[in-house]
């Protein structure tokens, strides 16, 4: 007898018929003993189609009314799995974030959770009942309703496995674990066992939606057990994110991750002076636009050269600042493109090895893809390509590091 924390996303509970399967799930848990916590997702669609009649009134939206529109569609699903769960005998109960005191700073449209109150889901298991709580929403000190950012209900079950001081928090998704890289974009990807929270946290920061890099921070830092499994398919074991350790799978690249929503902006005959990198991109940060990837090239005949990314959304605002800004500093031309993808290479195995970053390029290179910005760290290798690279340059280096074959353990 443990106590689960379960959630499910939105393609899970997509229609009737897949709330039906999920309360069925859910008591099937109940039933070998186990006290079950439920986190549900709106259903697939229902966020992008409440955003979209946000912009049908204004394109700028009030964050706060943002909120107060995108926490409905998780309101929807903790009724109906409730009602399912009732329907088959199994006593239930919905709560909203606010209703399980899920705290959260005031930082609408990508709140943090800062406390929860586990006592009223206490209480409920104690009675018996399977808990459903609505994903992705918390309140604030004031009272308002906040949302914790795109696919956040991934944090609000771990938040709750940790507070609740869970023996697993369990991820069930419309994949039956986390692969090498996305199954839809190579269907020879391999289903990891296990990956370190360290490469889950790289995967999900550099582009893999699988889980949300705030639910793997969370899980890391409060040692919650999780894992990743398939709510349509029964009986794997799916992945479990773990520290790492000697008997480990001892790959060289665990994953690659890529990311498409990012866009390239140069700017090109800087005076090569001190303070440049600073008027330039200190401009940028202060619109509250996120740099990711910056170059600099060395200097020649007293210019230099500046390349960076930001967030496809962004661009837009960004060539208009950076214009601005490359007016002023005398710089001879400003150019964007918005049609780059970032492709990365993630795994623990390349701390110990060398030539990783040759035999990337190589495979990159065999395939005429031109490599327009590198970024390195201990554990990935970043490149940005041109957008109609992305399938291809991702398959390659599938097939060049052997993802599809299991180490030898
Ligand atoms: P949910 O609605 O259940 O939260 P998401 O769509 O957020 O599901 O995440 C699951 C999707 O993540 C999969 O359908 C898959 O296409 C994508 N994905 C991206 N990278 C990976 C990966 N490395 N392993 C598994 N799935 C991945
Ligand atoms: N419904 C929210 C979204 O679509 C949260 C989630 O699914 O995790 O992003
Ligand atoms: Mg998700």
Redesign the pocket.
Known sequence: MALIVQ??????VGSVERIQHVADRVSQSRRQGHDVVVVV?AM?GETDRLLGLARGIRSDADGRELDVLLSTGEQVTIALLSMALESKGCPARSYTGAQVHIRTDSAHNKARIQEIDGARVRRDLADGKVVVVAGFQGVDESGNITTLG??G??TTAVALAAALKADECQ?????D?????????VPQ?R??ERITFEEMLE?ASL??????IRAVEFAGKYNVPLR?LS?FQEGGDG?LITFEEGSMEQALIS???FNQNEAQLTVTGVPDQPGVAYRILGAVAQANIEVDMIVQNVGADGTTDFTFTVHRNDFDKAMGIVSARAEELGAREVSGDPKIVKISIVGVGMRSHAGIASKMFEALAAEGINIRMISTSEIKISVVVDEKYLELGVRALHDAFELERAPAA
């Open positions: 959630k499910y996303g939105g393609t899970s997702s697939s795109r696919g209900s991934d991820i069930f998704t419309d994949v674990g986390v692969y090498t890289t996305d199954p839809r974009v990807a289903r990891l995967m582009g893999s939606k699988v889980l949300q990743v709510s992945t994953g690659i991750a």
